[in-house]
């Protein structure tokens, strides 16, 4: 089976020059503290996962991207859990 992106390079290049902005992304340890900080209960995030998992794989195409100097390629490898058509870009720098 050939999978092919739902988006060009071109697209990868506009989605990548606005993620440059200062001031578009947090970096991830504090979006994961802010995530982990909005847990109620012991487990909570675990039994969503269980749930979101037992759903099935997401069919819609997923555009991973990292940060050469942070995530890299991890956060597609992360995607590739949950969905079928993963694209995966680092953005250089």
């Given at each position: 089976?050939?999978?092919?992106?739902?988006?060009?390079?071109?697209?990868?290049?506009?989605?990548?020059?606005?993620?440059k902005?200062?001031?578009?992304?947090?970096?991830?340890?504090?979006?994961?503290?802010?995530?982990?900080?909005?847990?109620?209960?012991?487990g909570?995030?675990?039994?969503?996962?269980?749930?979101?998992?037992?759903?099935?794989?997401?069919?819609?195409?997923?555009?991973?991207?990292?940060?050469?100097?942070?995530?890299?390629?991890?956060?597609?490898?992360?995607?590739?859990?949950?969905?079928?058509?993963?694209?995966?870009?680092?953005?250089?720098?």
């Amino acid at each position: 089976m050939t999978v092919t992106s739902a988006c060009s390079p071109a697209d990868h290049d506009v989605y990548a020059h606005y993620l440059k902005e200062p001031g578009r992304t947090k970096p991830g340890w504090t979006s994961g503290a802010n995530c982990a900080r909005t847990s109620r209960e012991p487990g909570a995030d675990v039994a969503w996962n269980e749930r979101f998992a037992a759903r099935g794989e997401l069919r819609m195409p997923i555009l991973a991207i990292g940060g050469q100097e942070s995530s890299g390629g991890s956060i597609a490898d992360q995607w590739r859990q949950y969905a079928v058509t993963v694209d995966s870009r680092v953005i250089e720098g």
